[in-house]
């Protein structure tokens, strides 16, 4: 079966940008599917806007490949893992990079509460001595 899709365009709405492809199939009406991404989620995941019609064309073309004997759905939305598997699999170097300076936040934050917890049991101790 032959499949014409068309990217339509996106819409900003206030928590996720929304966007819209045409899927016109010889046999029946064109569809519209539409695929959300958080517009937190592009900040998080290190992904730029013009990366996301690309990203959503990609799904689309898997979830026909999968939908052999069912029909699509017409919403989809776009996981943080998938984020991140487009951005490894397109900005390997870059995505290095993100996870890097998550890891160091970690670190950082866990080297906190070390010290952290290290007052409080001096501070115990201290009240423990009188």
Avoid: W
């Avoid at 990609?58 to 069912?70: G, I, P, Y």
């Avoid at 290095?96 to 866990?110: D, M, Q």
């Amino acid at each position: 079966m032959t499949a014409n899709i068309q990217y339509v365009g996106f819409k900003s709405r206030a928590i996720v940008r929304e966007y819209s492809f045409l899927l016109r199939e010889s046999s029946i009406e064109p569809q519209e599917i539409t695929f959300t991404i958080l517009n937190e989620a592009f900040r998080s995941h290190g992904l730029g806007y013009q990366d996301a019609p690309d990203l959503c064309s990609l799904k689309l073309h898997r979830e026909m490949a999968n939908s052999m004997d069912r029909p699509l759905k017409t919403h989809y939305r776009i996981s943080g893992t998938e984020l991140d598997d487009y951005r490894y699999s397109h900005f390997p170097k870059a995505a290095t990079a993100l996870y890097r300076e998550k890891l160091h936040t970690i670190s950082s934050n866990v080297s906190l509460a070390r010290a952290i917890l290290d007052v409080i049991v001096c501070l115990q101790f201290a009240l423990d001595e009188k």
